[in-house]
Every structure is written in structure tokens, then in C-alpha cells.
């Protein structure tokens, strides 16, 4: 396979996604702080990748070993109540 036969797949696959087109726009204008180019998606406003989720979190504040997962917006109060 060409590289240019692998372009075409990776955009065909990015297209198929559910924001894929939008993260692709996002890629031509260069708005690298609007996408994560870890997970190659959308990223919301003040999310952040976690390296030890694999996974973009929204607010991310750090990732507790005590609970084995992200401290983020979705569970930062029961988090502080855990404390």
C-alpha cells in the first residue's frame, strides 16, 4: 500500500466516525488546541488527555491510583467527599 492509498483509508475511516468531518475541518485550519492528537477526536473546551485512561476527560484535574481512574468534572465532588 502507497502512502497516498493510506491518506485516503484514514480519511475515509476519520469520515465514518461521528465527528470525524468536523475533526478533519478542525486538522486543515490547524486548531490543534480544538483536537486531541492523542485520541484523534474533537476535544471539548479545558479537557485534557489522560495518559494512563487513554482517554480525553472533561476538566481534568489528575488521575488518582487510590480510585484507578480520572479526577475530572464528571466525579470531582464525590471525589473530595472520598477524602
Do not use: M
Not at 485520541?39 to 480510585?67: F, G, Q
Amino acid at each position: 500500500a502507497t502512502g497516498e492509498q493510506l491518506g485516503c483509508e484514514r480519511i475515509a475511516s476519520c469520515i465514518a466516525q461521528e465527528r470525524g468531518a468536523e475533526y478533519l475541518e478542525l486538522l486543515d485550519r490547524a486548531s490543534f488546541r480544538q483536537i486531541c492528537v492523542v485520541c484523534r477526536a474533537v476535544r471539548e473546551p479545558r479537557s485534557h488527555h489522560c495518559k494512563e485512561c487513554a482517554r480525553c476527560i472533561r476538566r481534568l484535574d489528575h488521575h488518582c491510583p487510590w480510585i484507578d481512574n480520572c479526577v475530572g468534572l464528571g466525579n470531582q465532588r464525590g471525589f473530595f467527599c472520598f477524602i
